[in-house]
């Protein structure tokens, strides 16, 4: 999504290839549609909405981040 940011703006989309990772770690690759829902919100194919933080990653619903450098 990181790459597609500066060409996609909010409520658009764009017909891509996509690599498909299933829950048994099925691999297949196909098109499939990438839509920018919000300024930091992503769909792929019609799946879940998830978003994404300023350096492209994915954010967890339940995720916690803290530097590397930062010792437990």
Do not use: C, K
């Not at 703006?9 to 990772?21: H, K, N, P």
């Not at 098109?31 to 300024?39: I, K, L």
């Amino acid at each position: 999504m990181h790459r597609l940011a500066g060409e996609l703006a909010a409520g658009e989309s764009v017909r891509r290839s996509v690599l498909r990772v299933t829950g048994g770690l099925l691999i297949t690759t196909g098109p499939g549609t990438v839509e920018r829902v919000e300024a930091d919100a992503w769909r792929v194919s019609g799946g879940s909405v998830y978003r994404v933080d300023a350096d492209g990653l994915p954010v967890l619903q339940d995720g916690e981040g803290w530097p590397l450098e930062q010792a437990e």
